[in-house]
């Protein structure tokens, strides 16, 4: 069991006092309103008749007890030593008698029907137990509100604190039983965050081993051409084969930057406008080149301008990659088709680039877009960071980017950004 | 595994196992030049099959093969094969060094290093497992074990004990000092060929694969006993 928090105590004692004060004034009413002037209470008269006697005499004392509108079961009478009644009512049998010097040196002796100060009959003044009650009772139910309220503080904080120190596998609601309320939504928030942050960090991971793993083929390769190399210096080749694994690390470390530029935050680039048609004629004349080694083209076909305020880098990045790996993977002699198409609107632009290659299993057809994953059947190709790229850039653009298997074979990438005017 | 006699002239056959085609390449050659005989596959699959084929005396593994890991590839070679194997891992990863040599690697070499490493492990390994020659004929007895360093072969309890080339070097080193405390780094040098490194953990995992072999002596105990600081001893009786 968890120990009582600060919190605790102070929705306790707020609860306390607030119920408890409710509680004396309430009782205080009732007292008050009980005591009315014209209905003085036996004790006050008894201990003024007293006064009276002593400080004036038995005749103050008369005239006090005549005007005394007294309850028909309580009574009050002034008998001297003698046994003669000076003033009142006689009282047969008196429940109290006090014994009074009066202003004039005679011994009086004052009787009443009840004993001053002995409750009311069973209805008069309040008495201390009601108190006691009703202090425990609102004690004992500010004490349930303040650890309803509380307790479920505490699992949240412990949450909160675990994954803080990196146990994602918290889980919090499991504690709240049947509670339906906004702390219990809250507790569910908090497993969510958990759970995304886990997920986050185990992509993390993952990432920073792949990229390991990628820098460190190249290293492996360099060492063994160095070994090479040692055994026997007049392989002049391997030093053209270090310089070759040197470049390819060189190219691997540009990649994973811009990866990292493209993980940022969508409102962290830099907006120019850009006519993404123009973009594409420049890519595709580029693309151009490699294509003719193989026999192949890039046909671009599409609406004559499409401006909006994008990063024109990132963006270039971004079909760079996508028609060069379309390039790539196209059969030898056919042709990689980039087509541009507006909405009728205007609000986006979608370009579809498809090549007349082998496609992708449909299985993976996702997972292309993930940092690394490449297909099996090329081999030192590329890193597979390409289309991760591409993926992210357009993510940052509000965009969206799918691909799928063409029916004649063969792979389509379409990519749809909206049109952005700030 | 037998070995035929003609084999003991050969040339030390090593099996490469990479899906880098231009490493194992590179590899290749720089262990031909040593005077080696390497071939190379590209897959778990085929790892598997060429290993399990007894051309070869030393299989080099990478752990971080595609589909089939290099891991799994020698939890197969290991339930039918007691050929030497060296696992190609991570460096910096524990986790599969530790369970290469759970399942009874005999060694590995940290990726990237010097193909002179590798080497110095290769012949350090079949230095153990080639015969001496004079040797062939000792026997050593203690206890329920009894061993044939030359034919590289371990009786225990009167039953065939099946162990890696390392473990039997371990297990040697240990019987020949019967009752007394070897430290890891004689048994380092000596069954291992190498000094011992700092936060070396392969002798303690070694060891470990063997009691579970040697199984708990009758009050319960194991019958290879650490010492805290000093190394281990194998209790004779």
């Known amino acids: ?422 | 595994m037998g070995r035929s006699p003609l084999q003991e002239f050969a040339m030390i056959r090593v099996l490469l196992v990479d899906d880098d085609q231009e490493l194992t390449g590179l590899l290749s050659e720089y262990l031909e030049r040593e005077g080696f005989e390497a071939t190379a596959v590209h897959t778990g699959e085929e790892g598997e099959v060429q290993a399990l084929s007894g051309q070869y005396s030393i299989v080099v593994l990478d752990v971080m093969l595609p589909r089939l890991s290099g891991i799994e590839v020698l939890r197969r070679i290991r339930a039918r094969s007691q050929v030497p194997v060296v696992l190609l891992t991570a460096r910096g990863d524990n986790i599969d060094r530790i369970t290469g040599l759970e399942l009874g690697a005999d060694d590995y070499v940290p990726k990237p290093s010097s193909p002179g490493e590798l080497v110095a492990r290769l012949r350090a390994i079949m230095r153990r497992v080639q015969p001496v020659e004079q040797a062939t004929t000792e026997v050593i007895k203690t206890g329920p074990l009894v061993l044939w360093p030359g034919k590289r072969q371990a009786l225990w309890q009167g039953r065939e004990l099946g162990v890696t080339s390392t473990e039997f070097s371990l297990l040697e080193e240990l019987a020949r000092s019967a009752g007394q405390v070897v430290s890891k780094q004689d048994l380092s040098l000596n069954a291992l060929g190498c000094p011992l490194t700092r936060y070396d953990r392969r002798i303690d995992v070694h060891i470990s694969s063997i009691r579970q072999k040697l199984g708990p002596r009758a009050d319960a105990k194991a019958w290879i006993q650490s010492v805290r600081g000093l190394g281990y001893l194998l209790i004779a009786e």
């Open chain 1, 1 to 422: 069991m968890m120990k009582p928090s600060r919190l605790f105590w102070k929705l306790f004692l707020a609860f306390w006092l607030a119920t408890s004060l409710t509680f004396f004034v309430g009782i205080g009413i009732i007292t008050l309103s009980r005591q009315g002037p014209g209905n003085p209470h036996l004790d006050t008269i008894l201990e003024s008749e007293e006064q009276l006697l002593r400080q004036f005499g038995v005749e103050a004392g008369k005239q006090l007890l005549q005007v005394w509108h007294h309850p028909d079961d309580e009574a009050i009478a002034v008998y001297d030593s003698g046994g003669q009644l000076l003033a009142g009512l006689p009282i047969v049998r008196p429940v109290f008698e006090r014994t009074v010097i009066s202003k004039e040196g005679l011994t009086l002796s004052l009787r009443s029907t009840r004993v001053p100060g002995n409750g009311g009959g069973g209805e008069g003044g309040p008495g201390l137990m009601p108190l006691l009650i009703g202090t425990v009772m609102s004690a004992l139910f500010s004490s349930f509100m303040a650890f309803y309220l509380a307790w479920p503080l505490a699992y949240l904080r412990r949450a909160m604190s675990d994954v803080a120190q990196g146990r994602f596998e918290t889980r919090v609601k499991p504690f709240m039983g049947a509670r339906r309320d906004e702390i219990v939504d809250l507790a569910e928030d908090c497993d969510r965050m958990a759970n995304q942050l886990k997920l986050l960090v185990d992509a993390q991971q993952h990432l920073l081993h792949d990229i390991s793993h990628e820098l460190r083929s190249p290293l492996t390769r360099m060492q063994a051409a160095i070994g090479l190399l040692h055994q026997n210096p007049a392989r002049a080749d391997m030093v053209e084969r270090i310089d070759r694994e040197s470049q390819r690390m060189d190219t691997l470390i540009e990649a994973l930057l811009t990866l990292a530029r493209v993980q940022g935050r969508p409102d962290s680039i830099a907006r120019e406008s850009v006519d993404i048609i123009e973009l594409l004629h420049l890519i595709v004349e580029d693309a151009q080149f490699e294509a003719g080694i193989k026999g192949c083209r890039v046909i671009l076909q599409g609406c004559p301008s499409f401006v909006s305020r994008v990063s024109g880098e990132l963006l270039y990045r971004c079909f760079e990659n996508v028609i060069r790996n379309a390039v790539r993977h196209t059969r030898a002699d056919s042709s990689v088709l980039v087509v541009a198409e507006a909405s009728p609107a205007g609000h986006c632009l979608t370009v579809r680039i498809s090549d007349q290659g082998p496609g992708v299993e449909e299985s993976r057809l996702q997972r292309i877009f993930d940092p690394f994953e490449r297909g099996t059947s090329e081999a030192g190709s590329g890193f597979g960071l390409g289309l991760a790229i591409a993926s992210r850039a357009v993510e940052m653009h509000g965009g969206s980017i799918k691909a799928s298997n063409l029916p004649g074979g063969g792979l389509s990438v379409a990519i749809t950004l909206p049109l952005s005017l700030m």
